[in-house]
């Protein structure tokens, strides 16, 4: 049975001030919920359909499961077919050490907006070995449960950090690494010099990389369309072309 | 004033059947709808926002234009926050000449069932001048308002292409092109041979390639992790992946 205060719990999770307060966030769905599982988040509740979990053959968990009715699980789900499963996950909790970002690929998100875009970036650098995702405060949540449903489970496996940008760049100034950002009037990705080590910036869905950014930039790059001659698009999407960024410095190594 | 009539008019649009007996779509906001206002595309009428278009020098066009109030905007929205004008446009219709494939590189999106998903690849398909776009019949809709959104006007450039999978790839098979798949089992993209035309299969964000299609694929891709020794997400995002391997078809030809 599922408690009107555990319903009351889950729908307040919703926001992101509560999210924040109690250090939670909510998985939804079979996929997820068990690859969360078996990560190293701690959960602290599921919330399983009774149909569902009498036809598995065991939830190896010694977390407290709650078993429902689908339509119960439907009053607090956010998706638009009922999930079999819902967890209540403790957020990952990492303090950010500038130094260690020294010999790391990292990615500098400047308020990128949508928490689509962001779950996704999340999950390819996750499949790419970059292992630190840094956030503008103006960025969306990462536990937004559209993010944590784009991040596939990669959002336990990736540290992510909420800065003051200027201060972030001034320290990261410091480490002597280089800095990537893409712009339109940048230069080829594929003609500039890559290292293994660095920080790129992505840019707003709407705006690119703010202009105050920029001095900090040491390199512009340029994802080339083509033909190069021909007008196209004005822009890719924004977990596009960090996937192309990150993919062609992974290249590189290859 | 926007008459009932024309309310119900976009309200219906949003449903398939309707768009594809009217052979119309709807498109939102200033951006997007002013992009497609210079493209090829006919605009059968515009609704916008009385006080922003007294704020405009001009909206150079013939068409229809439905002055309103914001409020009346939003009754016929999709979106979250108002937009500041509506356009309802005729969709594009190409004819599939199999024989033009034969010297490009296209894309066949098998299953992409989320409309963001396959506006996002659109939109990167122009981006790497890929003219062509074929979709099977499981796909989402390209006139849904979620894709024609993600496409950010692409949707004007590219042809698109609705067709019965299997009779599609027979014909195709009679050109003697190259057919690539993304499989977890596949060869490294990098060191594969990539030809300039050709057709690249992209799966069902789920369940991937469907088994039979296998037999027609001529080269088993594989966008490489990093480390390579080390488990990561199991997969990508299919557009991102798309992205990739587009990137690379293109930067061999750099």
């Not at 689908?70 to 990492?94: A, L, M, R, W, Y």
């Not at 689509?116 to 630190?132: E, V, Y």
Request: hydrophobic share 35%; proline share 4%.
């Amino acid at each position: 049975m599922l408690s009107k205060n555990k319903q009351k719990h889950i729908t307040a999770l919703g926001r992101k001030k509560i999210r924040d307060q109690e250090k939670l966030f909510v998985a939804e769905g079979q996929k997820l919920v068990l690859d969360l599982l078996q990560s190293d988040l701690n959960c602290q509740y599921l919330i399983v359909d009774e149909k569902w979990i009498s036809t598995q053959s065991s939830l190896n968990t010694d977390v407290e499961i709650i078993k429902t009715s689908s339509d119960s699980i439907k009053k607090v789900s956010g998706f638009k077919s009922t999930p079999s499963i819902i967890g209540v996950f403790e957020q990952n909790s990492h303090r950010l050490e500038m130094n260690t970002l020294k010999n790391q690929l990292c990615l500098f998100l400047d308020d990128i907006q949508d928490p689509g875009n962001l779950g996704t970036i999340i999950r390819l650098a996750d499949w790419f070995g970059i292992k630190s995702v840094i956030c503008s405060k103006a960025c969306a949540d990462v536990y937004n449960p559209k993010t944590i449903q784009s991040t596939m489970g990669a959002i336990a496996r990736i540290q992510t950090h909420y800065v003051e940008t200027l201060p972030f760049f001034e320290e990261y100034k410091s480490l002597n690494c280089p800095v990537y950002g893409t712009f339109l009037d940048g230069k080829n990705l594929y003609q500039e010099e890559l290292n293994n080590n660095g920080l790129i910036i992505m840019g707003n869905e709407g705006k690119g990389i703010q202009d105050k950014l920029e001095p900090y930039v040491s390199s512009r790059l340029f994802i080339p369309n083509y033909p190069p001659e021909v007008a196209t698009s004005e822009s890719l999407n924004v977990s596009v072309a960090t996937a192309i960024i990150c993919a062609e410095f992974r290249r590189r190594l290859g």
